[in-house]
């Protein structure tokens, strides 16, 4: 059997809608409109490869989605019980590199922009040739200058990083992932013959307080432009997930698949009940029992993880 394409009520269905559950998540990183545990659809491995990549996901955080509060029973199996906004499953499924339709991408692909550009702007980066127009700008001298001197203290900075007994000086400049504007560690560069075609230096980014640390070193170029530095808006998405709270329930949710994990245990795999012997879950319950956890809170939040497929009894 062929595996089938996308028709054009589909695609319109799925550029449109306001959320995805974990279901359609999962046909449309395999490629189909609807999912089924077919092996014309994909074989069994990638299908259940692709299952616990999106069920871990949104079990640790880095997938963000909500439960459905509509959803009825039997939806975890059919229907999905989470609520996905599309530009989160995108930026997650380009992050693990998994394939999405490209008819989809593309109809995100200003949203993306915009949102990429305002956590950017949020983070107080800028992409490097920007840094380097700005700074032209504001002294009125060369951008290819300023862009060859930002580079090379970047390469330096990498070469002291990579050899820590160099004696090379002077190197107080990074440049930062463009992909995570939370990421604030040095993010490597390719070798120079790259920067000199403008390739790298569109995407990679460097902090605008850094840039200015970095001028503030150098008095004798008597510059005396500084990059304006702004309070970060509170409402930009994805610019702080750490602090995004979660719900209670969510929250529950994730602190039994921790502790399972502590334990030793793979919440997909857990180990057959035995009678009379204790199980897995006292364990676990032990462990978490306090005043905010309840043995009624704690049997409600397993059985959810239970019903969405997040934990499984042998």
Known sequence: MQTPAFNAQERTYFAEAEHWNEVELLGLCLGVPRYADRDDIAP??????????????????????????????????????????????????????????????????????????????????????EAAQDLAKGTGQDAVSWLELIVGTIQTSQKLREDPKSKL???????????????????????????????????????????????DAHPEWLVSYRFEIRDAPADVPGTTPAS??????????????????????????????????????????????????TKSIHTKAWQRLLDDGSIREA
Request: proline fraction near 8%; charge should be positive; hydrophobic fraction near 35%.
């Open 44 to 129: 069994e491995h990638s299908r259940e490869g692709m299952k616990k990549a999106i069920r871990d996901a949104l079990g640790d955080g880095s997938l963000p989605g909500d439960r459905n509060p509509d959803a009825r029973p039997g939806e975890a199996v059919y229907g999905g019980v989470w609520r996905i906004q599309p530009l989160d499953a995108i930026e997650w499924a380009f992050r693990c590199e998994y394939p999405l339709p490209g008819w989809l991408t593309g109809s995100k692909e200003t949203e993306l922009h915009a949102r990429h550009e305002a956590r950017k702007a949020a983070a107080g980066r800028l992409t490097i040739d």
């Open 169 to 215: 000086t002077g190197a107080n400049l990074v440049a930062l992932n463009p992909r995570d504007p939370t990421d604030a560690r040095p993010y490597n560069m390719p070798a120079a013959p790259h920067w000199k075609h403008g390739v790298r230096t569109k995407h990679e980014q460097v902090d605008r307080a850094a840039v200015n640390r970095w001028l």
């Open 244 to 293: 995004k709270p979660i719900s209670r329930q969510r929250h529950q949710e994730q602190e039994i698949l921790r502790v399972l994990r502590e334990l030793g245990h793979d919440p997909c795999k857990l180990p057959k009940r035995v009678n009379g012997k204790r199980w897995v879950a006292a364990d676990v319950r032990d462990k978490l029992t306090g005043p905010g956890w």
